[in-house]
């Protein structure tokens, strides 16, 4: 067979080229250059692939194949080269052959890189999805003092843009120059595999413009991204924040680190609940030790015979009685609010006749309300009002909305106790209404928290902060209801409080 | 304490300053029955003003009471140059916690925790008075 021939089977085999390429090729092939032939072939097939242009993929493919065939029977060819090209043939061989193996070796190298490539940047999303899931501002920096990465929370809270930050030196990037002191001294001071911790505040700053705190586009393989769930730290705006900064070295190639790693911890509410245990503990001693002070400062009087006469004597035991009822009635409150909030009281629930216990509280304060000229007054209606409830809580309840009423309203006032159905909810509604001194919109919120008084009413009456939020924790923790004031300055104030009929009712809803 | 230190008694007076009526109460009884001329104030600016109005030789004060706490107060007496040379007693619950630097500049020289003794209140009142005479103090016992 002939080249000719064999490539015009070629030709025809590749299907596409059809009779034309065909022929092109067998006529340029019958030439004694194979060289010129080759060329040829693929300059012919080039001008049909322009000819016949809704074959020309096709036909591409098939001068390639052909191709193919033609350097793979080279050794055939060969015999029947001329001599004297013979060395020019063999180097082109040769060299074509290094290229194929050059070339084979390369793509491989590059399928690897891409390999390689896919999983370090799949490693890289995910440390940036680790690290901006962490709510402490994470910032790394390199020997240079620039930063290498940070997370989401690191840039709103030292206010930077992320990808411009990046490669930048730390003191250009932040302003805060004691943070950024920490930073620097932390590469040269601590040793490798130690950490230091300090204690950093922020102070407030000038809020940014919006262009300024939102994220700017992603580099593809930096660390941060627009859509991180919200940080718990930001800008400080209005108060300064406390953090507990923790810096260590990176390990480098040499002894030196190679960076540092700076993260901050937000306890401003750590330092806040601290600050609320302290003076809860502080307020507490000084709510026990007054009525103390009073007991032990009589006593030591009656023993020293300061008590003059009868009349004295017999005010200085009273005083004694009353301050140690006040002390016993501090420490049950206290006790029975810790109860109710650790869930460790118990509660005798009975069918209880809301009507009664209100008749009873009012009876109980009518005392109270005399020395003061207050009319206290229980409506009701003929009907009975009942819930599944603590009797004795219910009465604690009614006794310290009375007797706040009584203590808060001017002499010759009114204070009215009324139990009714409130269909709704399904609940008893109970509600004292008083002619006195009002609340304060701003204190609202505030007047069931414990111990908190309102100030300018502290001179009014006693009181230690505790009445109102036992009556919250008895209606709301125990049995599920609901407790709530209406007031207007100078016109009085109403409390009400609600208790379900079923203890379900409320629980399940 | 001799008879030399109940004469001195006679003309002196105390202000007390308390929000809590039964220690105001013990402690007036047990200076008046010592001898001392004692006027009382229910809260701070209260008691700035008698003591503006009618300045005693010596001011005992609670620490927590409403409008004006004792330390505020006595931060006022020292502030005030006709009060100025008052010393003030502090009765409190938070002796304790009380610095050095936040009673400077203030009329307090001493502090007594509660719950306090009325015994131990007359001695340090006594101390007080008769330890350092002031010039004028002197010159009243004269």
């Given at each position: ?13 590749a299907g596409?080229a ?25 300059a012919g ?58 070339s084979?070796?390369a ?9 390689r ?17 962490i709510?402490?501002a ?63 505040s ?7 413009p ?18 991180d ?20 070295p ?27 245990k ?6 507490v ?27 004295s004597?017999?005010?200085f035991?009273a ?12 420490i049950d ?10 869930g460790i009281?118990s509660?005798?629930r009975t ?5 009664a ?11 109270q ?14 009907l ?16 310290n ?9 001017p ?36 007047l ?5 008084r309102?100030?300018?009413?502290k ?11 036992l ?9 599920r209801g ?14 009400w ?5 079923e ?5 399940a809803? | ?7 001195v ?9 308390d ?7 013990v ?12 006027l009382?104030?229910a ?6 003003e ?15 009471m409403?409008?004006?706490t ?16 008052i ?30 003794s ?10 007080m ?14």
């Open positions: 067979m002939g080249i000719g021939t064999r490539a015009s089977m070629i030709a025809a085999a596409a059809g009779g034309l390429a065909a022929l092109a090729v067998s006529r340029l092939f019958a030439g004694d250059a194979q060289a010129q032939a080759i060329a040829g072939a693929v097939a080039a001008c049909v692939a322009g000819a016949v242009a809704p074959f020309g993929l096709s036909l591409q493919r098939g001068v390639h194949r052909l191709r193919a065939r033609l350097i793979a029977e080279r050794g055939e060819a060969a015999a029947l080269t001329p001599s004297w090209l013979k060395p020019v043939v063999a180097a082109l061989a040769e060299a074509e052959e290094r290229l194929a193996a050059e084979s070796r793509a491989a190298r590059v399928r690897d890189l891409e390999i490539a896919r999983v370090t940047e799949a490693d890289l999303r995910q440390t940036a999805a680790v690290m901006n899931t709510r402490d994470v910032l790394v920096t390199n020997a240079y003092d620039e930063i290498t990465s940070a997370n989401a929370a690191a840039a709103r809270l030292l206010g930077f843009r992320l990808p411009d930050a990046l490669r930048k030196p730390v003191a250009s990037v932040i302003a805060d120059a004691a943070l950024v002191r920490h930073i620097t001294a932390a590469r040269t001071t601590i040793a490798a595999g130690d950490r230091l911790q300090v204690d950093h922020i102070e407030p700053s000038e809020p940014q919006p262009e300024a705190a939102a994220p700017g586009p992603e580099p593809r393989l930096s660390i941060g991204a627009a859509d769930p919200p940080a718990a730290s930001s800008p400080p705006r209005g108060e300064t924040r406390h953090f507990e900064v923790t810096l260590a990176l390990p480098g190639m040499t002894a030196d680190p190679a960076g540092v790693v700076t993260i901050l911890r937000d306890i401003t509410r750590e330092r806040e609940i601290s600050q609320m302290s003076d809860f503990v502080s307020q001693s000084h709510e026990l030790r007054t009525p103390l002070s009073s007991i032990n400062a009589y006593v030591e009087m009656l023993v020293d015979g300061e008590a003059k006469d009868e009349s004597r017999a005010e035991y005083v004694i009685k009353g301050e140690a009822d006040r002390l016993g009635r501090l409150n206290m006790l029975n609010i810790s109860r109710i909030e650790a009281f509660m005798e069918e209880v006749d809301f009507v216990v209100a008749k009873q509280a009012v009876d109980f304060m009518q005392p309300a005399a020395l003061k000229r207050i009319s206290l007054l229980h409506k009701s209606g003929p009975v009002y009942t819930a599944q409830a603590d009797r004795d809580m219910v009465l604690q309840v009614m006794l909305l009375v007797s706040n009423a009584v203590k808060y309203t002499e010759g006032g009114r204070v009215t106790v009324a139990v009714e159905n409130d269909d709704a909810s399904r609940s008893v509604m109970v509600s004292v209404a008083d002619t006195g001194l009002g609340i304060p919109p701003d204190a609202i919120p505030r069931f928290e414990k111990f908190y309102i100030e300018n009413y001179r009014v009456a006693k009181g230690t902060g505790l009445g109102l939020n009556v919250k924790h008895i209606v709301e923790t125990v049995h609901q407790v709530g004031v209406t007031s207007k300055v100078g016109m009085g104030s109403r409390f409080f609600t208790i379900p009929f203890p379900a009712a409320r629980a809803a | 304490m001799s008879e030399a230190t109940t004469t008694h006679r003309n002196r007076t105390i202000l007390v300053a929000d809590e009526a039964h220690i105001l109460h402690v007036s009884l047990k200076l008046r029955n010592a001898g001392y001329e004692v009382t104030a809260d701070g600016e209260e008691a700035f008698v003591a503006c109005a009618t300045p005693p030789d010596l001011v005992i004060t609670d620490l927590q409403p409008f004006m004792g330390l505020e107060f006595a931060a006022r007496l020292r502030a005030n140059p006709p009060t100025a040379h010393p003030a007693l502090l009765l409190t619950a938070r002796g304790h916690a009380l610095s050095q630097a936040a009673l400077a500049n203030t009329a307090i020289r001493e502090v007594l925790s509660k719950p306090f009325p015994r131990e209140v007359l001695a340090k009142v006594e101390a008075l008769g330890g350092a005479p002031r010039a004028d103090a002197g010159a009243d016992a004269a």
